[in-house]
């Protein structure tokens, strides 16, 4: 009641007031529903074999904290600026946004954030642990040696990699034309992988008898050298002189070599090699013909690799098998088999030749690559031992004379690629971290309770008991995202060369975007799952409850106050908060 | 000065005269003339006050509402649908007694959707403990508006300032506007008796039990009743400034008059014209227009109806199982005197059908030639229904 008249015919204003504090009504024990801060997983980081914390540095980009994202991505893959260009990125395939527009660029902002670090020669922040006793041996150093040979050295163990060629990097070095990774990048992203204290052994073949040694200054040895005998096409004439493997023929290209081909060229086989050969070729001056035995869709490739062949000028030979190789005048004479596709069973058609259908044709050049396989026997996993442990994407053996085996990359992983490398590096460093911590039997329940969502990504960060514990495994669904709070916007349209530019040499296609572009796109991201401090909670809370705090969460509720009425659960537009029965 | 205005625009300028701190509006036909010259005027400093988009009428009275705790001055407008939505917090805005100013532009309420004038909106909300005044002409409007802040200021009640759709809000006429310097004579800035207050925490308004509730509810009605003595205060300081005043009703030749209209809003400048060509025939007429609804101005009805035979209320609105508002009311305050007029209510110009010479002579002449009302309301000018198809 105020207490000043006005006026001697007015009489003074009576409403209700209280001067002593609402703090005394707890509201929040009217509650049966609690909320709570409740981080998920987002679908892109459990399909990163390689299992980045993708929505975080999606986040971290977006804030402009460029070199928090790449350590965010160093936390989980050494070779962010490789995986940036060379990644087939299943974590775009799977992009909540894609529901909406379209699909985050991941990959893009991946490359960026690494080619900044790079531009400005910036030092990664990153834990390591201090030195261990056990040493391990690394064979091979592609990507999940290196891999391995990094994340064993964050845990402290000192690592030995042999390399059998001049210099490191495997399959990164020596399958990978420049048009899609530039030498200087891989050679970076290894640097610092040798500032950790790992020694690179180059021109060092491994044998059967250094596994037998090995015991003698290892207590592990990681073996990662890869698929790299062909595998024959098991048909006359394949041997004749100029038929050539794919491998070793991009093998020569990346060393500098520039063979003179022209005319028609074929290529056998549709994955991976065969694109790459087909696409070196055109750039070496021939007209390359990729001859397959099923269809395009059931090429191997990354498909978006075959469509930038195809649109430089490779031409696909669907439903055609190879029958025999001959001599010819003019180079060689293909005899070619029509086949038909008998059954839809399987990632893969099964197909069948179409009896009487046979065609030839003359090229100048046959190359080969139809696949490969393990060198030699020891190099694979043994079947049926009884120490065996596999894992996803490595084989654990346990020997009574000598070092634990740990067999990885394409020797065990569940795909031929470079980020399954790196997923197997890395589960091998959890792996023999554990058995050397804790014993033989701690190591599939410690590496499983790593796991991205459901596996089989895994998280070294989580391992390390870093804040991404505590995170929901529960993948955040398009339908729990509150699309309210987005505007649509287009994807990121990569810069490219033109084909034109492209095809006169080798020169990386896809250039660099510029820091607002970056930008740009990651506000794009839903940051599913994670709390990027939108503040809505805060800002909705009818009750004051959402309180700011000094915690990681950034705030914390005040259940004396809170009655659980979920404004905050609804409004936050990642799913990152839970209303429960309290 | 006078200058050719909008009636919408006069309302303008008076709150612009007023100084208000903030304005909170949702634009609403025909009412959005009156707020967009506002936030023209917010926009380019000629008015310092802080202008609040909302996203619907509700809001922006519960803005007001914040505002006005915090003891600042405060103003919007809104109109039919808009002034309905807001309903629940016109209570609120009385009951905390917090002198919010706001323009009401009389229109129709749907269905079917109807911008024009009609005054059922404003008089549905004759319950809240709102004080309503309605406006003739644009002078009158800008006048009256002025008058409202300090009017509410003083009895710390909100004021609807009423003006009829388009008759009045969208028709040009000449406006004398204060200079400011005149206004801040007639109105000094807003002190009021109570606000929130940081130093001193206080909550407003909460829980009022049955032992302290009824008080609450006399002291509004006691601010009520002092309402048209303190404006009748406001007019003579008014009136000394600048020349004109209006009282809470007019009484037009009332004194011998047998038979007087009694009318609201722009429909009593038509009936100025026809009272005067009645008299002219010898009719002896009188006009009564009622300014004030709420507070509802008994005495000064009762005194200038004391000698007439019949009253000839003309309603544009209905209160729909009973009749015209205003012809209830007026019935209600006379019932108990020992000598009455009778009380003839005419319904006419709903929706925003024009009420022309012809139609108030029609009820003038009805009035006349009838021994008593044919109902307790008598719509006037309704068409023949259609043939069924």
């Known amino acids: ?582 | 000065m006078k200058k050719v205005v909008e009636g919408s625009h006069a309302v303008s300028e008076a709150v612009r005269l007023a100084r208000a701190d903030v304005i909170s509006a949702y634009p609403i036909t025909p009412q959005t003339h009156i707020v967009e010259l506002l936030s023209e005027y917010c926009s380019d400093g000629t008015l310092n006050a802080k202008f609040l988009r909302v996203e619907s009428e509700h809001s922006a009275m519960a803005a007001l509402i914040g505002a006005a705790s915090a003891g600042v001055r405060t103003f919007t407008a809104t109109s039919s649908q808009g002034l309905a939505l807001m309903h629940e917090l016109l209570h609120w805005a009385a009951g905390a007694r917090l002198p919010i100013v706001m323009a009401e532009v009389n229109r129709a309420l749907a269905p079917g959707w109807n911008i024009w004038t009609e005054q059922t909106d404003s008089l549905a909300q004759r319950d809240t403990g709102w004080i309503q005044l309605y406006c003739e002409d644009a002078q009158e409007a800008l006048d009256t508006t002025l008058q409202a802040f300090r009017l509410a200021e003083t009895v710390y009640l909100p004021v609807m300032v009423v003006l009829d759709a388009f008759f009045l809000s969208h028709t040009y006429e000449p406006v004398d506007i204060p200079e400011q310097e005149e206004a801040d004579r007639f109105l000094p800035p807003f002190k009021p008796a109570f606000q929130l207050d940081t130093q001193n925490p206080s909550a407003f308004n909460q829980l009022a039990p049955p032992n302290v509730y009824m008080e609450m509810r006399r002291s509004l009605q006691d601010a009520m009743e002092s309402a048209l003595d303190v404006l009748d205060t406001i007019e003579d300081d008014y009136e000394k400034l600048f020349g004109r005043r209006y009282g809470a009703v007019e009484a037009v030749q009332c004194d011998d008059a047998d038979i007087i209209l009694v009318t609201s809003g722009t429909v009593t400048s038509t009936s100025r014209l026809v009272l005067r060509q009645l008299r002219e025939k010898g009719e002896k007429v009188g006009l009564l227009k009622m300014k004030a609804f709420r507070p509802f101005p008994f005495e000064a009805l009762r005194k200038h109806t004391a000698h007439a035979k019949k009253l000839a209320v003309i309603d544009r609105n209905f209160s729909f199982g009973a009749g015209g508002i205003f012809a209830q009311e007026i019935r209600s305050a006379l019932c108990n005197l020992a000598r009455r007029p009778l009380v003839f209510g005419y319904v006419a110009g709903l929706g925003g059908r024009d009420v022309t010479t012809d139609v108030i002579e029609d009820i003038y002449w009805r009035t006349k030639t009838s021994a008593h009302p044919e109902g307790e309301s008598i719509w006037i000018g309704l068409h023949q229904p259609a043939p069924a198809a």
């Open chain 1, 1 to 582: 009641m105020t207490e000043q008249m006005l006026s001697p015919i007015v009489p003074t204003p009576l409403i209700p007031r209280s001067f002593t504090t609402t703090e005394s009504n707890k509201t929040g024990s009217w509650r049966f529903l609690k909320p709570r801060y409740d981080e998920k997983t987002a679908p892109c980081s459990a399909a990163c074999p390689a299992g980045e914390d993708i929505a975080r540095v999606e986040m971290l980009v977006a804030q402009g904290l460029f070199k928090e994202a790449w350590e965010t991505i160093l936390q989980e893959n050494p070779f962010p600026a490789v995986c940036g260009r060379v990644c087939f990125h299943p974590c775009e395939g799977v992009c909540n946004r894609k529901e909406f527009d379209d699909a985050i660029a991941i990959h893009t902002l991946e490359r960026f954030v690494a080619d900044t670090a790079m531009r400005y020669g910036i030092q990664p922040d990153i834990a390591r642990r201090p030195v261990q006793g056990p040493r391990v041996a690394v064979v091979g150093s592609g990507p999940s040696g290196l891999a391995a040979a990094y994340f064993l050295a964050r845990l402290g163990y000192t690592c030995d990699v042999f390399e059998a060629k001049s210099e490191p990097g495997g399959i990164l070095r020596w399958g990978i034309p420049l048009y899609r990774l530039p030498v200087n990048v891989l050679e970076w992203e290894i640097g610092r992988i040798r500032s950790l204290g790992v020694e690179i052994h180059c021109n060092h073949r491994v044998s059967s008898d250094f596994l037998r040694d090995a015991g003698d200054r290892y207590q592990a040895v990681f073996i990662g050298c890869g698929h790299h005998r062909n595998v024959d096409l098991g048909i006359p004439g394949e041997n004749l002189d100029g038929v050539e493997e794919g491998l070793p023929f991009l093998e020569r290209v990346r060393a500098g070599e520039r063979p003179d081909l022209s005319g028609a060229v074929a290529i056998i086989g549709g994955g991976n090699t065969a694109v790459d050969v087909s696409r070196c070729a055109l750039r070496l001056g021939a007209k390359p013909v990729i001859v397959y035995r099923r269809r395009r869709q059931d090429m191997p490739a990354f498909e978006h690799e075959i469509e930038m062949a195809l649109e430089e000028g490779v031409e696909l030979m669907e439903l055609w098998a190879p029958l025999e190789i001959a001599p010819h005048a003019d180079g060689y004479r293909l005899v070619l088999q029509k086949m038909e596709v008998a059954a839809e069973e399987g990632p893969r058609a099964q197909v069948r030749p179409v009896p009487g259908e046979t065609r030839e044709m003359v090229v100048s050049k046959v190359l080969k690559a139809i696949g490969n396989a393990a060198e030699e026997a020891w190099m694979e996993p043994p079947e049926g031992d009884g120490k065996l442990l596999r894992l996803a994407n490595t084989a654990l053996v346990r020997r009574d004379d000598g070092p634990v085996l740990v067999y990885g990359g394409d020797l065990a992983a569940l795909e031929k690629s470079v980020a399954h490398a790196v997923a197997s590096g890395k589960e091998a460093a959890m792996a023999l971290d554990t058995y050397f911590q804790d014993g033989w039997d701690a190591i599939e329940s410690k590496v499983s309770a790593c796991r991205v969502g459901q596996g089989p990504s895994l998280s070294m960060e989580m391992y390390l008991g870093g804040e991404r514990c505590r995170r929901n495994p529960h993948v955040v669904a398009f339908q729990e995202i509150n699309t309210d709070y987005f505007l649509f916007s287009p994807r990121l349209a990569q810069p490219r060369l033109l084909k034109e530019e492209r095809i006169q040499g080798f020169s990386e296609i896809d250039l660099k975007i510029s820091a607002a572009l970056a930008l740009r796109e990651a506000e794009r991201c839903f940051n599913c799952g994670i709390c990027n401090q939108c503040d809505n909670c805060r800002l909705f809370c009818p009750d004051l409850a959402v309180c700011r705090d000094d915690n990681p969460q950034g705030r914390r509720i005040n259940y004396d106050y809170c009655k659980g009425c979920g404004v905050c659960v609804v409004e936050c537009p990642r799913n990152a908060m839970a209303l429960e029965q309290d």
